[in-house]
């Protein structure tokens, strides 16, 4: 989550940046004149474009920071200056106000697929399994693949569940086809061995079996889940 906590973006930062590419235009104008007032214009407008981004991105990851600030808020009496709550109650509304604001006003953006991975876990959580395969839904669908692979695990989970394991192991063997720096290869093959435990347990031996030499952690799990299966 680093990329989550930058310093606060100061009020005229935007401001700073736009007349620093106005700037740069001005200092080079000769240069700019030989591809004439067309591309000048678009230059300029692709410097500016390139801030703006920049700015929205900063102003996103924000208002993420100060929703899950609330979810770090205490309960109860608390030092002067720390996010406090006077019950669990109003804590949990106020982080599920806060995260769904991020969700909805930034829908599409990477912040947006956060705020809705956090709120399908605090529904899980509470045992609303609709809710939560609603907003894992939306990450997975998002485009942002280091959390779509996490939705995935926790979504086929949810269709375990439900008795939708077709649906669930498609969903975990997509998460192997497609590794992420979130969700290796590994991990996602464990998670579809112990997926399949219950109903195809001669599947799961063989998925885990050439995980048994894989890396200590790795290896340590694939062991751990391989002693989970009966013996024929």
Do not use: C, W
Not at 25 to 31: A, G, N
Not at 66 to 74: E, F, P, T
Not at 116 to 131: F, I
């Amino acid at each position: 989550m680093d990329k989550f906590t930058r310093k606060e973006l100061k009020t005229d930062k935007f401001a700073q940046d736009v007349g620093l590419s106005v700037e740069y235009v001005s200092v080079h104008r000769k240069q700019v004149a030989r591809y004439g007032t067309i591309a000048a214009v678009v230059i300029l407008i692709a410097v500016a474009a390139y801030v703006f981004l920049q700015y929205r991105t900063g102003v996103r990851e924000d208002a993420l920071k100060a929703a899950l600030h609330v979810q770090d808020g205490s309960v109860g009496p608390a030092p002067e200056g720390m996010l406090s709550f006077p019950t669990q109650d109003e804590k949990d509304k106020a982080l599920v106000k806060a995260l769904t604001g991020v969700a909805t006003e930034y829908d599409g953006t990477a912040q947006s697929a956060v705020a809705h991975y956090y709120l399908g876990t605090y529904s899980a959580d509470k045992g609303n399994l609709a809710a939560a395969e609603k907003h894992f839904k939306s990450v997975v669908d998002s485009g942002d693949q280091n959390y779509s692979s996490m939705a995935k695990l926790s979504l086929a989970t949810i269709y375990g569940s439900e008795s939708k394991q077709a649906d669930g192991e498609k969903l975990l063997r997509s998460v192997i086809d497609k590794p992420t720096v979130f969700v290796s290869k590994e991990q996602a093959t464990i998670a579809l061995a112990r997926y399949l435990l219950p109903y195809n347990p001669k599947e799961a031996r063989k998925l885990l079996e050439p995980l048994r030499g894989e890396r200590s952690a790795i290896s340590k799990i694939a062991l751990s889940t391989l002693a989970e299966i009966p013996q024929k």
